[in-house]
């Protein structure tokens, strides 16, 4: 599996132990960065991550800002892109399950470093269930 992943100044650590911890399981990530604590805008690094997804050559994405909300809302803006913030498992697990949500994103400043592994573990381990909820996913892109 290929994950898309980037963020603003707000997410250098967190993404880091991400692609520690997943990448000893085989996933390979491409990081678009930024990679240090220097003031970014968002939409820079969510650009490409949600370009990466509907290309094709990542399988799924995950952004990352302090809160989540700018760079969720920035990749959102792509026709194809389902981007779910999500500060839970529950949450994760039911984007992908019922939104065929195809990138996550995570608020940065208001999760602990251990809630997101469990929240990326569960986004990447639940699939979309379609039957009822392929109709509504259709219903999404304008």
Same mark, same amino acid.
């Given at each position: 599996?290929?994950?898309?992943?980037?963020?603003?100044?707000?997410?250098?650590?967190?993404?880091?132990?991400?692609?520690?911890?997943?990448?000893?399981?085989?996933?390979?990530?491409?990081?678009?960065?930024? @990679? %240090?604590? /220097?003031?970014?805008?968002? +939409?820079?690094?969510?650009?490409?991550?949600?370009? &990466?997804?509907?290309?094709?050559? =990542?399988?799924?994405?995950?952004?990352?800002?302090?809160?989540?909300?700018?760079?969720?809302?920035?990749?959102?803006?792509?026709?194809?892109?389902?981007?779910?913030?999500?500060?839970?498992?529950?949450?994760?697990?039911?984007?992908?399950?019922? @939104? %065929?949500? /195809?990138?996550?994103?995570? +608020?940065?400043?208001?999760?602990?470093?251990?809630? &997101?592994?469990?929240?990326?573990? =569960?986004?990447?381990?639940?699939?979309?269930?379609?039957?009822?909820?392929?109709?509504?996913?259709?219903?999404?892109?304008?």
């Amino acid at each position: 599996m290929i994950i898309a992943i980037g963020g603003d100044h707000a997410s250098p650590d967190l993404k880091k132990a991400i692609m520690d911890k997943f990448g000893a399981n085989g996933i390979v990530f491409n990081n678009f960065g930024t @990679n %240090d604590h /220097n003031s970014v805008d968002y +939409p820079d690094f969510g650009h490409p991550v949600a370009k &990466a997804v509907l290309e094709g050559s =990542a399988d799924l994405g995950i952004v990352i800002c302090g809160s989540g909300n700018g760079i969720n809302m920035t990749v959102n803006k792509y026709s194809g892109i389902r981007s779910a913030l999500c500060w839970t498992t529950e949450l994760a697990s039911l984007a992908r399950q019922h @939104n %065929d949500a /195809n990138i996550l994103a995570l +608020p940065a400043r208001f999760i602990s470093s251990d809630e &997101a592994m469990d929240i990326v573990a =569960a986004f990447l381990a639940a699939k979309f269930e379609g039957g009822r909820h392929q109709n509504r996913v259709n219903k999404i892109n304008c």
